[in-house]
């Protein structure tokens, strides 16, 4: 049956199926889905960032407090980098420039810890760097498609005392250069948290194949991989058998496999016309779905340009 197992589990229709169609062949389809979010016309990326925040024990080893030294060295590159990547990327389903706006907005970037190990202690508190951000997709006619916070947060080594006296608290404590990379990794993280909610991901599919005397044949070539082959033989048995209700099941399945899916929907609702098994009327449904899914992605990669770096 077309559609994915979600699907039938959600339906309840799994056991039905299994139970009725043990001994039917299968084809296996795997086709890519749509992004969840409907961000199909926001592309122009719009990144504001605040003035990083430090925390009470950051810095205090080695260099003064964050303040402004670390506010000037992080800030831009945050909102460069945040910029590049989502531009860059270009994988979250973001289509027509011009159609709307993705406001990006740093929240805080935040560094705590980054302190040596208090007296009679080997280990002290790593530094750790989190972003938050707020990213907002808008359409231009004011339309709010989606809003959610995302945060990254990642932590550097931990200041230690070794058993022969040695440490690494240069490495641990070197503030300002490790708070700046760690906060890029952060916001690297934050931008692929919000990409992966945008990003197409995979279905499979299984396909039953009806194999009633006539059309054996043509569906053992289906299973051994010979579509053309299969399609063919089954066009050419409903030349003389029209009105098979299982035989255009089956094109429709071969057409779905092939990537034909238009050509599939017919196949299946001529199939649910004729009657004689109601899972040709679902599998004709869930073939009008894939086909108005694989429009979205067409429309979304022509739309969606790599950029030039």
């Known amino acids: 049956m077309l559609g994915s197992v979600n699907q039938l589990l959600a339906g309840g ?3 039905a199926l299994l139970l009725s169609s043990a001994c039917a062949p299968r084809l296996y389809l795997r086709h890519e889905t749509p992004p969840a979010l409907d961000a199909a016309g926001v592309i122009v990326v719009n990144v504001k960032g605040t003035t ?13 407090p964050m303040g ?8 831009p590159e945050l ?7 989502l531009t860059r990327t270009c994988t979250m389903g973001l289509g027509n420039p011009g159609e709307g706006t993705l406001f990006v907005l740093l929240n805080v970037v935040r560094a705590t810890g980054g302190t040596a190990p208090a007296q009679g202690q080997t280990t ?7 972003a938050e951000a707020t990213f907002t997709l808008v359409r231009n006619d004011g339309r709010q498609v989606f809003s959610e916070n995302y945060f990254g947060q990642r932590a550097g080594p931990t200041p230690t005392v070794m058993k022969d006296g040695s440490n690494n ?8 250069p490790t708070a700046a990379r760690l906060a890029q990794q952060a916001m690297a993280h934050l931008v692929e948290s919000f990409a992966a909610d945008l990003r197409p991901g995979e279905t499979t599919d299984t396909l039953l194949l ?9 569906v053992k070539a289906a299973l051994d991989g010979d579509l053309e082959g299969a399609l063919q033989q089954h066009q050419a048995y409903l030349g003389t058998n029209p009105n098979d209700g299982r035989a255009w099941a089956n094109v429709g399945a ?9 050509e599939a929907v017919v196949a299946y609702e001529r199939a649910a016309q004729l009657g004689g098994d109601e899972r040709f009327i679902r599998e004709a449904g869930y073939a009008r779905t894939r086909a108005a899914q694989a429009q979205v992605l067409q429309n979304l990669r022509r739309a969606c340009a790599p950029v030039a770096q």
């Open 13 to 15: 229709l799994l056991a």
């Open 52 to 64: 990083p925040q430090a925390g009470p024990n950051v810095f205090q080893t080695i260099l003064d």
């Open 68 to 75: 402004s030294l670390a506010a000037a060295v992080l800030e």
């Open 79 to 85: 909102v460069a980098l945040t910029q590049r990547e």
């Open 124 to 130: 002290g508190v790593a530094l750790t760097v989190r």
């Open 169 to 176: 608290f240069a490495e641990a404590l070197n503030s300002v």
């Open 210 to 218: 009806a194999d009633p005397e006539p059309l054996k044949p043509a």
């Open 254 to 262: 071969l057409h779905s496999v092939r990537g034909n899916l238009q």
